[in-house]
C-alpha cells in the first residue's frame, strides 16, 4: 500500500509537468512545506524592521548600517559554517539555528511592544540574527543533497527552493504592510517567531540517510583554506561566485533603500512599501517557476549572465522612473505602477541568475567540499549585502536616491558582460563534468572517433 500511494504522488508531481517533481521525495516535502511557512515570517520581519527604523529617525545612513550590521556577521561567520557543514550533521545544525533565530525574533517582538526598543537594540539583534543566518544559510543549502534522493532532481529541487523564498517575498511584505498600518511592527516580528515552529517540526520528522563522512584530521582554518584553493581554483567557480558577488554588492542595495522610495519619492505608507518589495516577489516566483520546468542544467551559465543583464536594467529602468517623480512631478498613480513592474523584472532577473548559480555550483561541485563552496556562495550572495548597504546608504545621502540606483544597476550590466566573456570557456569545462555525471547525454562518436557535438549543449 505504501509503495502504491508512493507512485501515485510520483504520478501527480509527473503529470504537472515535472515543475514540482522534487516534491515525490518526502523529506523535501517537510522541508519546503515548513520552510515556506517560516520565510513568510522572515520577510514580514523584514520589511517591519526596515520600516521601524526608517520611520523613527528618517535616516537613509542608519538604514545602510542596520542593514550592514545585520549582514556583515553572515560574511564572516560563513567560511566556518561551511567547514562545520562537511563535517557535522547538517539537519542538528540547522534545528539549533532555527532555534535560535525564533529567540531572537521574541526578544525584538518584546522589546517593540513594551516600547523598549532603541537603535541600538535594533543594530545588536541584527549582528545575532546575521551570525545565525551566517551558519544557517551554507548548512540548509548542502543539506539540499541529502533530502532529495537522485542528484537528477537536485536542479529542481533548487528552482523550487528559490520559488518558496521569492512566493514568501511576495506574500510576507504584503501581510506586513497590514499588520503595520493596523497593530505595528512587534505583531510582525512574532508572527515570525511562531513562523519558526513549523520548519523546526519539520526538520524533526525527517528520516534522513546518515551520509558517509571521512575523519577530518586537518585543522578547521587548513580545512578552510583546501576549500578556498578548490572553489577560486576552478575557472566555472571562481566565475560564477565573482559575478554573484558583484551583483549583490551593487545592484542588491536597492532594496536597502526602498523604504525611503516609498516615503519621500513616492509619498506613500507601510502598504507601498509592502508592494514594492512584494512586486520583486512576484517576478522572482515566476522566474523560479520557469527555471523548475527546465528539463535538465544544459545552457545555465548562458541563463547566468542573461539573468545579470535584465536585473541591471531593470534597476536602471526603475531609477529613471524616480528621476521623473523628482524633477518632472510624475503623477503617483503612474509612478507606482511602473515601479512595480520594473521591481518586478529585477526580482525575476535577480532569482533567476542566483538560482542558476546555485544549481550549477552544487552539480560541478565535489561532494566532500559541497559545505565549503556554497560557503563561499553565502559570503558572495548574502555576504556582500552588508557592503552594499553601507554604499547605498552614504551614496544616497550624497548624490541622492535614483542616482544610486542607476549607478549600481549600470555596475551590475557590466559586471555580467565581463562574465558573458568567458562563457566558451566555462561551457567547456561545465560540461565536461555534467557528461562525467550523466546530467547531460554524452556525445555520440562519429565513425573517424571524434566527438559528435550536442545539439544545445552549452
Not at 534545528?95 to 537594540?121: E, K, N
Not at 542544467?297 to 529602468?317: E, K, M, N, P, Q
Not at 561545465?430 to 544545445?456: F, T
Request: hydrophobic share 55%; charged share 15%; glycine share 10%.
Amino acid at each position: 500500500m505504501t509503495d502504491v500511494r508512493k507512485s501515485g504522488r510520483q504520478e501527480r508531481f509527473d503529470r504537472a509537468g515535472g515543475v514540482f517533481r522534487a516534491l515525490r521525495h518526502r523529506n523535501y516535502r517537510l522541508f519546503y512545506a515548513g520552510q515556506g511557512i517560516s520565510l513568510i515570517g522572515t520577510w514580514m520581519q523584514r520589511i517591519a524592521l526596515s520600516w521601524l527604523v526608517y520611520e523613527r529617525t528618517g535616516s537613509v545612513a542608519l538604514l545602510g548600517i542596520v542593514g550592514f550590521s545585520g549582514q556583515i556577521m553572515t560574511f564572516a561567520a560563513a567560511p566556518f559554517a561551511g567547514v562545520l557543514a562537511d563535517r557535522v550533521n547538517r539537519r542538528r545544525l540547522l534545528v539549533a539555528t532555527q532555534t535560535v533565530a525564533m529567540v531572537q525574533a521574541f526578544v525584538l517582538a518584546g522589546l517593540t511592544y513594551t516600547d523598549a526598543i532603541s537603535v541600538w537594540h535594533i543594530i545588536g539583534l541584527s549582528i545575532m540574527l546575521g551570525l545565525v543566518n551566517g551558519f544557517d544559510i551554507p548548512i540548509r543549502q548542502s543539506f539540499v543533497v541529502e533530502m532529495v534522493e537522485g542528484r537528477e532532481d537536485l536542479p529542481n529541487a533548487i528552482a523550487l527552493n528559490s520559488s518558496m523564498v521569492n512566493g514568501a517575498k511576495l506574500v510576507g511584505p504584503s501581510l506586513a504592510g497590514v499588520l503595520i498600518a493596523l497593530v505595528g511592527e512587534a505583531m510582525c516580528f512574532f508572527v515570525n517567531g511562531l513562523s519558526f515552529v513549523a520548519v523546526i517540526v519539520a526538520l524533526l520528522a525527517m528520516r534522513v540517510q546518515p551520509r558517509e563522512r571521512h575523519a577530518q584530521e586537518a585543522h578547521v582554518l587548513r580545512h578552510m583554506k583546501d576549500g578556498f584553493a578548490y572553489a577560486f581554483g576552478f575557472m566555472p567557480i571562481r566565475s560564477i561566485l565573482l559575478l554573484l558577488a558583484l551583483v549583490s554588492l551593487l545592484g542588491m542595495s536597492y532594496t536597502t533603500l526602498l523604504p525611503a522610495v516609498a516615503k519621500d519619492i513616492l509619498h506613500g505608507d507601510a502598504r507601498t512599501l509592502g508592494f514594492l518589495m512584494g512586486s520583486g516577489g512576484v517576478g522572482a516566483l515566476f522566474g523560479a517557476i520557469f527555471l523548475a520546468a527546465r528539463k535538465d542544467t544544459r545552457g545555465l551559465v548562458r541563463v547566468i549572465a542573461i539573468a545579470s543583464v535584465l536585473f541591471g536594467a531593470a534597476l536602471v529602468g526603475f531609477a529613471v522612473v524616480l528621476f521623473g517623480v523628482v524633477l518632472l512631478g510624475v503623477p503617483f498613480s503612474i509612478s507606482f505602477v511602473i515601479s512595480v513592474v520594473l521591481l518586478a523584472v529585477a526580482g525575476a532577473g535577480s532569482m533567476i541568475q542566483m538560482a542558476s548559480s546555485n544549481t550549477v555550483l552544487q552539480t560541478i561541485v565535489d561532494e566532500d567540499k559541497r559545505g565549503r563552496v556554497m560557503s563561499f556562495y553565502t559570503m558572495a550572495f548574502m555576504g556582500m549585502g552588508p557592503f552594499g548597504s553601507l554604499l547605498a546608504g552614504f551614496l544616497a545621502h550624497w548624490i541622492g536616491i535614483p542616482l544610486t540606483i542607476a549607478i549600481t544597476g549600470g555596475g551590475s550590466i557590466a559586471a555580467a558582460l565581463v562574465f558573458a566573456s568567458w562563457l566558451p570557456a566555462m561551457n567547456r569545462k561545465v560540461h565536461r563534468i555534467y557528461a562525467q555525471r550523466k546530467l547531460v547525454p554524452v556525445p555520440a562518436v562519429a565513425g573517424n572517433g571524434e566527438s559528435v557535438p550536442l545539439v544545445g549543449k552549452q
